[in-house]
């Protein structure tokens, strides 16, 4: 069975930073195409930044409102991933999604993770 799990949300001020982790069991984080998205009250979920899997070349994507201010990694011994977010600003909070995506059949989510940014 596959478990999705992600951690490091917190309250922040502005300007702060804030490290999530997308920990995976059952699965290989390597393999997958994964994401971060995020999704604030009252607005559709949105993706943040994305890492392709290994077999694909690791390459990176940012939305634009994360270039410059958010990485996205992933360590393979750990089948981890994180996205670290620096300068935080109050737009930013929203609840954050880990999402691993194999093929259509096999796209795995995470129950998310509460970030908020105080003013």
């Known amino acids: 069975q596959v478990q999705v799990v992600e951690s490091g949300g917190g309250l922040v001020e502005f300007g702060g930073s804030l490290r999530l982790s997308c920990a995976a069991a059952?699965?290989?984080?390597?393999?997958?195409?994964a994401a971060w998205y995020r999704q604030a009250p009252g607005n559709q979920r949105e993706l943040v930044a994305s890492i392709a899997s290994i077999t694909s070349g690791g390459d990176t994507n940012y939305a634009q409102f994360a270039e410059g201010r958010f990485t996205i990694s992933r360590d393979n011994a750990e089948n981890t991933m994180y996205l670290q977010m620096n300068s935080l600003k109050p737009e930013d909070t929203a609840v954050y999604y880990c999402n691993l995506h194999y093929s259509s059949q096999y796209n795995f989510w995470g129950h998310g993770t509460q970030d908020t940014v105080s003013s």
């Open positions: 059952g699965t290989r984080i390597s393999v997958a195409d």
